[in-house]
């Protein structure tokens, strides 16, 4: 096992990967992404993550990426076609994009007429996907907080940032499909379907999700309970670890921070001054609220379309990730709400109740 974690460390520093996004997803979602942005985003514009890697347990997991690396994507191709970008780069993807929906939508009937061939289809489709999405996550990176971004113009980032959000609408709805799909076809053959949520997409390609046996279910069920995971695009090769002081050596090596620090910075999104009282998204595990109280600060990993009600809602907005083109600095400036953006560690540092004096003008939030 040593042998596997010397190796584990060998990639995460060949490819300078650093603990990134948080989601709240199941670990076939984590390895759907990273087949997307290394195999999928590689035969389409010839950009790669290179690696892709991520701590995780049921629902939940922190990705471990080369943020950098990433962003460079965009710079090759603003470099590659210039004033031709969008006909050879979002023309097309936006093509794909279409044509994906299109099979995605012939095929949700299976979801309950035949869930095992709806898992498997939705699987095989899923990269592409997310290879979509993720090359507005390149852009994103690149263009970080700037208003401006060379190779781009104002108006040119606006139009990506709309865009982004509108594709952002989507995987909810396909995470939703899968978990109904799984949760059916178990329940038909009397094993817990939800398991299957912990295959890695090469596994399901491959066809070893197909199989249900005692010793199978049992290794997803530890995956459920805790895993790391860790592909890299050099050698397609999947490294997957369940046992409990390995991970725990791994996250305390890369992803242990000082909770106790009192403040965070971040990038600007809207400027403003307020104090208020924390609501953190990421620590919410029940459905979230219709509404805010006056005064609350929204702390999040990164917001998303079903949390404008929240957002419009909030004296304050402070997220672990983002740029000008995520959604919470297009509604920021829309709605005229304080927000900072790209803390890191905004959701590990500020708790449910806190309170806290946000200055977006220098971009520190800091507890009271």
Known sequence: MQVLVSRIDTIIAQYGLKPATRRRFPLLTLSCIAEGYTHVLRRMFGISAHAVGGLGSRDEWHTML????????????????????????????????????KEWKVIEPLI????????????????????????????????????????????????????????????????????SAVKNFG????????????????????????????????????????????????????????HRKMIAEIERRYYTIDTTVKEVQGNIAHAGFVQGTVFNLAEWKGAKPEHLAPGTILVAGMTHPSDSTLIREAAAIVTDEGGILCHASILAREFKIPTVIGTKIATRVFHDGDRVEFDAVKGIVRKI
Request: net charge negative; proline share 2%.
């Open 112 to 179: 309950t007429q035949d869930p095992q061939n709806f898992f498997q289809r939705i699987v095989r489709l899923y990269p592409t996907y997310l290879a979509c999405l993720g090359l507005y996550n390149c852009f994103w990176r690149y263009i970080g907080d700037r208003s401006d971004a060379e190779g781009l113009s104002k108006k040119e980032i606006d139009a990506l940032g709309a865009e982004r959000d509108i594709m952002a609408k989507i995987y909810p709805e396909v995470e939703s499909q899968i978990a």
């Open 66 to 101: 080369n943020e950098q690396a990433i962003g460079d994507g965009a710079r090759v191709l603003i470099q590659k076609y210039g004033a031709d970008l969008d006909g050879e780069v979002f023309i097309p993807v936006r093509a794909a994009l279409v044509a994906w929906t």
């Open 187 to 242: 329940d038909a053959e009397g094993f817990d379907g939800d398991l299957l949520r912990y295959a890695t997409y090469r596994e399901c390609v491959d066809g070893k999700a197909d199989t249900h046996d005692h010793e199978w279910l049992s290794e997803l069920a530890r995956r459920r309970d805790r895993f790391f995971y860790l592909y890299a695009e050099e050698g397609a090769r999947e490294y997957l670890i369940t």
